[in-house]
Nanobody, 116 residues
Framework: QVQLVESGGGLVQPGGSLRLSCAAS????????MRWYRQAPGKEREFVAQ????????SYADSVKGRFTISRDNAKNTVYLQMNSLKLEDTAVYHC?????????WGQGTQVTVSS
């Protein structure tokens, strides 16, 4: 079965950094593009970042561009999201995502709270 497990969230002050991890299993991780989404209370889910199978191509939402970096380690079946210069508006539950056999796969999410 496909499983995605996020970790690394927590409480951080504005301007601080966090590194999120998403451990994948149940599919050939290296053959799939991976994505990060986030959802804040009362708001719709928002695309954050995407990385290609080989890590040669990445894309970011305008709101995080220049501050966040997505990466992957195919040997560890893990995708990362390095978040720097965090802002209050980055507070959300962060989920990793991929599409396996036509179906979207989601983890349980990890909470990121930016507060002074």
């Amino acid at each position: 079965q496909v499983q995605l497990v996020e970790s690394g969230g927590g409480l951080v002050q504005p301007g601080g950094s966090l590194r999120l991890s998403c451990a994948a299993s149940g599919f050939t991780f290296s053959a799939y593009n991976m994505r990060w989404y986030r959802q804040a209370p009362g708001k719709e889910r928002e695309f954050v970042a995407q990385i290609s199978t080989t890590a040669g191509s990445t894309s970011y939402a305008d709101s995080v561009k220049g501050r966040f970096t997505i990466s992957r380690d195919n040997a560890k079946n893990t995708v990362y999201l390095q978040m720097n210069s965090l802002k209050l508006e980055d507070t959300a539950v962060y989920h990793c995502n991929t599409i396996v056999r036509g179906n979207g796969a989601w983890g349980q999410g990890t909470q990121v709270t930016v507060s002074s």
